[in-house]
């Protein structure tokens, strides 16, 4: 793991990402579609707590991100603000 190489805020996970190497079709799938697979790759990805972090904080609103669909982020960010 490479996570002390990690700064905050920066940029660096995303050349780890598997979703990168992957491409980013399964992670943003059709309306209605599944996010099946997206979840599969992140959680064989060791950058998924970074992913998620980058994601929460910059408000991405679509597509599959850290491994948490956009309506599962939703909910995190509707049980943190609280
Ligand atoms: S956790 Fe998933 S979306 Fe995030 S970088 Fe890894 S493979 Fe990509």
């Excluded at 660096?12 to 099946?36: I, K, M």
């Excluded at 707590?49 to 509707?78: H, M, Q, T």
Aim: proline residues 5%.
């Amino acid at each position: 793991m490479h996570t002390d190489t990690i700064s905050p805020g920066g940029l660096d996970w995303q050349t780890q990402a598997l979703c990168a190497q992957t491409g980013a079709d399964f992670f943003f799938p059709e309306p209605g579609s599944s996010v099946r697979e997206a979840k599969r790759i992140c959680g064989m990805c060791e950058m998924r707590p970074a992913c998620l972090e980058y994601a929460l904080a910059n408000d991405e609103r679509f597509g599959v991100w850290g491994g948490l669909s956009e309506k599962e982020r939703l909910d995190i960010r509707r049980l943190d603000s609280r």
